[in-house]
């Protein structure tokens, strides 16, 4: 499956290609059909092998461990556990806990390159905040040096399941998810993740609010 915000990137390659096969252009063939595998491969989105336990949080992005923190947003200090994904990573970004989508906030801002810890701060994201039954949870789509785009599929109001889709970021990018101080943390710097399916943190069960 790929995801619907490449289809327009796979048609548009995948078009040229066919238009061009016709042609004795054999290289302008070749680079056109490179293009749409490479952007079937960049808009995948496979399906996960989601956990079913209570009192986790799992990724809510492949990629890499980059830092993990604390940090207070608005008074309230969060455990923050921020995955870098690189070009050839899946790009669908999954929803961590279960829980009720309390806001949607779109933050215009800069296009550092995503594995700097001030790309948290000042590039462009979406912050998507959470409800779920332990407290609240903070989901952070951020913009990086190549992926200019951040799309959010979630509206306030909306419930949601651990490993639902929640969005995309085109290209390669970062996710910091911002979880309640008592949590106890499942990952380490460098671990590779797998949004919806790999466990990156686990809630106190006798912390539900």
Not at 149 to 159: A, C, D, I, N
Not at 170 to 190: A, E, G, T
Request: aromatic share 12%; proline share 4%.
């Amino acid at each position: 499956m790929i995801a619907k915000e490449g289809f327009p990137y796979v048609a548009i390659a995948g078009g040229l290609f066919l238009i061009v096969f016709f042609l004795p252009k054999w290289f302008f063939t070749l680079l056109f059909l490179s293009l749409t595998v490479l952007f079937i491969i960049f808009f995948r989105d496979p399906e996960r092998d989601i956990p079913v336990e209570d009192g986790i949080a799992v990724s809510g992005a492949d990629g890499k461990i980059v830092e993990i923190s604390e940090e207070e947003i608005d008074g309230e200090k969060f455990k923050k556990i921020s995955v870098f994904m690189n070009i050839f990573n899946v790009h669908v970004n999954r929803v961590p806990v279960d829980g009720e989508v309390i806001s949607v906030l779109h933050k215009p801002g800069k296009f550092l390159s995503a594995d700097k810890k001030e790309s948290s701060f000042v590039n462009e994201q979406n912050i998507i905040t959470i409800q779920s039954k332990y407290g609240k949870v903070i989901v952070k789509q951020v913009a990086g040096f190549v992926a200019r785009r951040t799309v959010s599929y979630l509206e306030p109001g909306e419930k949601v399941k651990l490993g639902d889709r929640l969005g995309i970021i085109k290209f390669s990018s970062r996710v910091d998810h911002y979880l309640p101080i008592s949590v106890k943390i499942n990952v380490d710097i460098d671990d590779l993740v797998y949004a919806g399916e790999t466990i990156i943190a686990r809630f106190q069960v006798d912390e539900e609010f």
